[in-house]
């Protein structure tokens, strides 16, 4: 099992950044890729990003791209989330997940993630 552990969020101003940080653990060898999905209170999750174990190759989702950015450290087992140009729309739950196999057309997918955190709340205020 890949322990998976969120930090960072809070609350932010509207227009603001934000960085979420992302550790992934365990399976020493095995390669993952990293994902951020967000849940609001009444929505369903929705896929943020994804980067492959690589770090070369990166997926966003159309209501951030442009405005966050993943990235990550293989050295520190981290990837980060920066969020800039936040909007009260952003708010949610962030989850992180881990996948060992994940193909190139299924980032986007909650399902192709083995491993999930248990979720950190960002706060956008207008």
């Known amino acids: 099992q890949v322990h998976v552990i969120e930090s960072g969020g809070g609350s932010v101003q509207a227009g603001g950044s934000s960085r979420l940080s992302c550790t992934a653990s365990?399976?020493?060898?095995?390669?993952?890729?990293i994902a951020w999905f967000r849940q609001a209170p009444g929505n369903e999750r929705e896929f943020v990003a994804a980067i492959d174990w690589s770090g070369s190759n990166a997926h966003y989702g159309d209501s951030v791209r442009d405005r966050f950015t993943i990235s990550r450290e293989n050295a520190e087992n981290t990837v980060y989330l920066e969020m800039k140009s936040l909007k009260p729309e952003d708010t949610a739950v962030y989850y992180c997940?881990?996948?060992?196999?994940?193909?190139?057309?299924?980032?986007?997918?909650?399902?192709?993630?083995?491993?999930w955190g248990q979720g950190i709340q960002v706060t956008v205020s207008s």
């Open positions: 365990g399976r020493p060898g095995t390669t993952y890729a």
């Open positions: 997940a881990a996948g060992a196999y994940v193909h190139v057309d299924s980032y986007y997918m909650a399902h192709a993630y083995d491993d």
